[in-house]
């Protein structure tokens, strides 16, 4: 396990955020830990799954980081997928 930071946002935030994730965390996690500051604060929860994209594309809940292939202050987008 290696823990490596992200910057983050949330699609409904203005802020980016520094997130430290481990490279064993799924993208569902990793969408957890960034909602976890922001829905709540700033962003209104919702009944709706969270989803990740990076690199201009979603990516699947069940990969990890690693899988991904992101690394150190990659940027991930937060959004409610609805």
């Given at each position: 396990m290696a823990m490596l930071p992200l910057t983050?946002?949330?699609?409904?935030d203005f802020v980016v955020l520094l997130v430290p994730v481990e490279d064993t965390d799924t993208i569902a996690q990793v969408a957890e830990k960034v909602a976890a500051h922001t829905v709540g604060v700033r962003v209104a929860s919702r009944n709706a799954p969270l989803r990740i994209?990076?690199?201009?594309?979603?990516?699947p809940d069940?990969?990890?980081v690693a899988?991904?292939?992101?690394?150190p202050m990659d940027f991930v987008e937060v959004f409610y997928d609805e």
């Open positions: 983050a946002a949330h699609k409904e994209r990076c690199r201009g594309q979603v990516q069940h990969l990890t899988e991904v292939g992101l690394e």
